[in-house]
């Protein structure tokens, strides 16, 4: 008898993932081409690859999975060869652990599927220091962790500020925690466990700031630099986890802030998700996903077009002239604008639409006003034809 369904949608959505982190880490190597040329391809239709690929695209796509047994090719679980010259060892590929259903399925997910391709696979759990026995409770999933067998294992502890809010504040010091991990064991990526619902709660978020198409895109697969932080979770909804640990019968810790009141991403998982679904029927998940990665490729494109346009509008000082700026779509120069911001010292997390159409103003509707200051005392003011960004 194969896994069950949901323990075989996540499995199978963690193997793409760690079969792309592969081929990268055996093409950027000496002579890694040539050996990922030589060696077999994954097989696709063996072992519980092929017996779960209905049930886990049925997860990815938001159908409902029914739980049973699946019936196994022969010869199942077979070691899928890895593209890796004599004598060299796989990457490292951390996945980061709260303890919860997502984070949880994710672990045992990449437990089972990194010895598969030659990966090595660890974990990091981060104490954000916000409740009481938070330490406990960490050094309770790092034991998980490594129960999981993946090595290595750390559970680190973190100071949270208050720049941006709690929320924002608390992920900063996490994203630095698992940053600072990652370049610690020398590991090739991060795997983080946030699924479609977190996705769809994203989307909305960005809608009710009003940042513009960037917001509405929610979340990337991949982000971070040279692409360290993957999400091979976001096709799957957040109750195949949590199936799949009790299929798995994976003890989770239910994080009390998730359904505190006081948080904003808390009230719109509890009230306004419901609400909207009530309001607008079943699927507002699926299609608010959609809308991320619709948004994505406009918001790429985009961004692309401004890094090309920005050659153009900048003197031999480098400063950006206004009657350059003036002639381009809004979207492109506006980007223009909020790069340049940024690059001067603004921080991204303070920095809103009201700034950039301020901006703007100095562009296309001068009228003599004064300069404007932004987070991070960034000051931007009109001379001479051009924009004059610095620090103050």
């Avoid at 630095?176 to 020398?186: E, F, I, V």
């Avoid at 400063?319 to 911001?341: F, G, H, Q, S």
Wanted: glycine share 10%.
């Amino acid at each position: 008898m194969g896994p069950h369904p949901a323990v075989a949608a996540i499995r199978l959505a963690v193997r793409r993932v760690l079969h792309d982190i592969l081929t990268a880490h055996a093409t950027e190597a000496p002579d890694g081409a040539e050996a990922l040329r030589r060696a077999p391809a994954p097989l696709a239709g063996a072992g519980h690859a092929a017996s779960a690929a209905p049930a886990a695209r049925a997860a990815e796509a938001g159908r409902p999975v029914a739980p049973g047994p699946t019936r196994r090719a022969p010869g199942a679980f077979p070691a899928v060869p890895a593209p890796l010259g004599p004598g060299r060892t796989g990457p490292l590929v951390l996945v980061a652990c709260s303890g919860g259903a997502d984070s949880m399925a994710l672990a045992s997910a990449l437990a089972f599927e990194a010895p598969r391709l030659g990966i090595r696979a660890g974990g990091v759990t981060v104490d954000h220091g916000l409740q009481a026995g938070s330490d406990q409770r960490a050094e309770e999933v790092a034991e998980r962790l490594r129960a999981l067998g993946l090595h290595p294992v750390e559970s680190i502890a973190v100071s949270v500020g208050r720049d941006g809010g709690p929320e924002a504040a608390a992920r900063d010091a996490r994203y630095a925690a698992l940053d600072a991990a990652a370049d610690r064991h020398g590991a090739t990526a991060v795997l983080l466990g946030h699924t479609r619902d977190d996705q769809a709660e994203t989307v909305l978020l960005g809608l009710a700031r009003g940042s513009g198409i960037r917001s509405l895109s929610g979340m990337a697969a991949v982000s971070g630099a040279a692409g360290r932080y993957r999400r091979p979770f976001l096709r799957l909804d957040r109750q195949t986890a949590r199936t799949a640990c009790m299929a798995q019968s994976l003890p989770v810790w239910d994080d009390p802030h998730n359904a505190d009141p006081a948080y904003t991403r808390s009230r719109l998982r509890h009230e306004g998700l419901p609400a909207l679904e009530k309001a607008l029927g079943k699927g507002v998940v699926e299609a608010l996903a959609r809308t991320a990665q619709l948004s994505r490729d406009d918001a790429d494109a985009l961004d692309a077009w401004a890094r090309e346009a920005e050659r153009g509008v900048r003197d031999e000082s480098g400063r950006l002239e206004c009657a350059k700026l003036d002639v381009l779509p809004p979207a492109v120069r506006r980007r223009i604008l909020r790069r340049a911001v940024l690059d001067a010292g603004a921080p991204g997390g303070s920095l809103f639409a009201r700034h950039i159409e301020e901006i703007d103003r100095l562009v296309t509707a001068w009228r003599g006003q004064g300069a404007i200051n932004l987070p991070g005392r960034v000051v931007v003011r009109r001379q001479g034809g051009r924009l004059v960004i610095r620090q103050g």
